[in-house]
């Protein structure tokens, strides 16, 4: 429901115009003009607040648009402030000092904020509310003490609407028209209505545009925390005297800019490495791109580097950034170097010296701002002797090496990284897998690894998933981790050497839980002392290798 001000009755020239009876071609005309004029308005309103960068300039370019079509004078789109009641002018056109922060109409504005309701004052000048405050239009003037009081042509007529949606008002629309004795107050209100509806949707859309931004951003800083936390130095598994020299390797470069090569049989961990180096560096909040050389054909490996302009070969539709322009500010990893083919090498040698390249098709030089870590299982330099690598490339990555020693070279790490990966991997795959018993932990430090610390990893992840209980056991490994069957000499094992495995397996299990307390032991399994006392004799177990004090 909507108020129409009108303090004072039409003149009686007005009351006593005849009406025709015949329809005016003029007036018809005349109307179908002014329905096209408000559609052509509302689709330029429509696609002025489609996709706004500024939401201020959208609505100050949708106030123009209303002067342009609709003869508006002043015009306002009024906001709340941040204590959700009073009203500032967010865009406005025809204001000037000292009407510089509040509505034209003031407590009415107010008004139709609170209510949701439009107003209209068909005549300005005979509302005393807005004639002291309103300003004329154009060169008119005051007159006995009013501005524009008493004459018609220099008359305003002032709107006010609310721009709401479903109920909730998020502002005000105000605007003066030129007073007309002939005009449709209901539907000139409800065009501006419709124009107001438009702003609210629009302020909606920016609410939600702004709250998934502001998502995304805590969502940015949330995983760039977990990453940092995730390759903190803390979290390079490790007690060994090498893990410990690679250790203090990257804390020494890591905040540098200085180019690294990591070197080191695969299953290492030199991404690991290299992504530590990298979030404790000073281009932590840069990207961190990482680029396997050996997965890309060598037809592909230059573009994928380097990038490609439009045109450069059948297909390249547009120009296409390389990996080194993406990784720019930040630092770019080249795992296995050591496979780029030759021709390659060239333009990465000077994109190593210069910090610059030519895309593919290309003749602009591109410069960049990259920290280069490459990480490779080859050996260097027998590919230099036998012509695969160049040797000034080598000179140009051999800066800051890091070797990351093999698995079989770290045997006091294997218990360690294979407890960390049994906690990782059980709340992965929903399992409550707590320890490796005694008999798999001697398999595992046992065994060569020669697929390193991936291999490793892979061998818990399979033991976890066919554990049945809280416990991993021998026969939860893969045979090739149980030594008869590693060496290809066992044959098919019978069911009661099965049994006596497992057996042995349990008590020696118990053992360590009781720290070589055989009374202990037999209390876990459910047994007397005599009787395990009988098995350790049987199996040869040696139960003082796991006592920290006398029995008892």
Known sequence: MSTVLDPAPPP??????????????????????????????????????????????????????????????????????????????HASIGIRAPHTDAPIGG????QVFDSGRPVVVPRVSQEPALAADTAPRGTRGPRDGVRGRGREDDDLTYICVPVQQSR???????????????????????????????????????????????????????????????????????????????????????????????????????????????????????????????????????????????????????????????????????????????????????????????????????????????????????????????????YRLNVFTIFVPPLRERKSDVLLLADHFVEKLSADHGKQVKRISTPAIDALVGYHWPGNVRELQNVIERAVLVCDGQVIHLHHLPPTLQTAEGSGTASSQSLADAVAGFERDLIEDALKMARGNRARAARLLQATRRIVNYKINQYGIDWRRYQDSADV
């Open 12 to 89: 009686a020239t007005e009351r006593a115009r005849p009406r025709p009876s015949v329809p005016d071609p003029d007036d018809r005309a005349r109307r179908q003009s002014g329905e096209i004029r408000k559609l052509t308005s509302l689709l330029d309103v429509s696609q002025a607040l489609a996709s706004p960068a500024n939401l201020k300039s959208a609505f100050h370019r949708v106030l123009e648009i209303l002067e342009r079509y609709h003869g508006t004078g002043r015009s306002v789109i009024a906001l709340p402030r941040e204590d959700g009641r009073r009203l500032f002018l």
């Open 168 to 394: 909730q008002c998020r502002g005000v629309l105000e605007v003066e028209l030129a007073f007309r004795s002939d005009r449709s107050y209901d539907r000139t209100m409800k065009f501006y209505g419709v124009v107001g509806s438009m702003l609210a949707q629009a302020l909606k859309m920016q609410t939600l545009v702004e709250a998934d931004r502001q998502r995304l951003v805590n969502e940015n800083v949330r995983l760039r925390d977990e990453l940092r936390e995730r390759y903190d130095f803390s979290h390079i598994l490790g007690t060994s005297g090498a893990m410990r020299q690679v250790c203090e390797q990257v804390v020494q470069v890591a905040r540098t800019n200085t180019t690294v090569l990591i070197r080191g049989e695969s299953g290492t961990g030199k991404e690991l490495i290299a992504q530590a180096i990298h979030y404790n560096s000073l281009r932590a909040r840069k990207a961190f791109v990482k680029v396997s050389c050996a997965a890309l054909p060598e037809t592909l490996i230059e573009s994928e580097l380097f990038g490609y302009e439009k045109g450069a070969f059948t297909g390249a539709e547009q120009r296409k950034k390389g990996r080194f322009e993406i990784a720019d500010g930040g630092t770019l990893l080249l795992d296995e170097i050591g496979d780029v083919n030759l021709a390659t090498q060239v333009k990465l040698l000077r994109a190593l010296q210069e910090r610059e390249f030519e895309r593919l098709g290309g003749t602009e030089s591109v410069k960049v701002d990259v920290r280069l870590i490459a990480a490779t299982n080859k050996d260097m330099e027998a590919a230099v002797a036998d012509g695969s690598l160049r040797q000034d490339l080598l």
């Open 107 to 110: 407590p009415l504005a107010q």
